[in-house]
């Protein structure tokens, strides 16, 4: 399928576009992926400056994937230069899975005395010992701490 997008969008840049691009890729502190479109673009481009690199050459060269290359040049091409540098932002708002009852329950349980055996808890025990009061079906550890630390619940 990339083959047959391959040679869909065929990006020209004008000289201001090549100028903005490479002061991106040259100055500043840019994001990497701000950094990685701009130098896609610029590999890519079939204006004057040379011969365009291949999709799979920029693939390789930049570490991503053809179709990642497909997609900036399809953005450039349709929407333009901003959006095909800049992230997209979230379209949708995430729900969130776990509420005030669920940090308050936790960090309830954090505060409480250790397991037997136990000299403190551990973001694993708490999130065994969640799943176990069935305050939740599953959590992961990284949630346990994510909550924690928004509390500034310490676990020492």
């Not at 890729?25 to 994001?31: F, H, I, S």
């Not at 610029?42 to 693939?59: F, I, M, T, Y």
């Not at 969640?130 to 500034?152: D, W």
């Amino acid at each position: 399928m990339i083959r047959d997008m391959a040679n869909r969008y065929k990006i020209t840049l004008t000289q201001d576009e090549r100028e903005q691009l490479t002061k991106i890729t040259r100055k500043g502190k840019p994001t990497a992926k701000k950094f990685v479109h701009a130098r896609i673009l610029l590999l890519c481009d079939a204006g004057g400056h040379g011969d365009p690199w291949k999709v799979a050459e920029v693939a390789s060269a930049l570490g991503v994937t053809q179709r990642t290359i497909e997609h900036i040049k399809r953005r450039f091409v349709e929407e333009g230069i901003e959006a095909a540098i800049q992230r997209r932002p979230e379209t949708r708002p995430r729900p969130r899975k776990f509420d005030g009852a669920f940090e308050a329950r936790l960090t309830k349980l954090a505060c409480s005395k250790a397991p037997e055996g136990r000299a403190r808890w551990t973001l694993g025990l708490l999130a065994d010992k969640l799943v176990e009061l069935k305050i939740v079906g599953s959590v992961s550890e990284m949630t346990v701490q994510r909550a924690l630390k928004k509390t500034n619940c310490v676990l020492t």
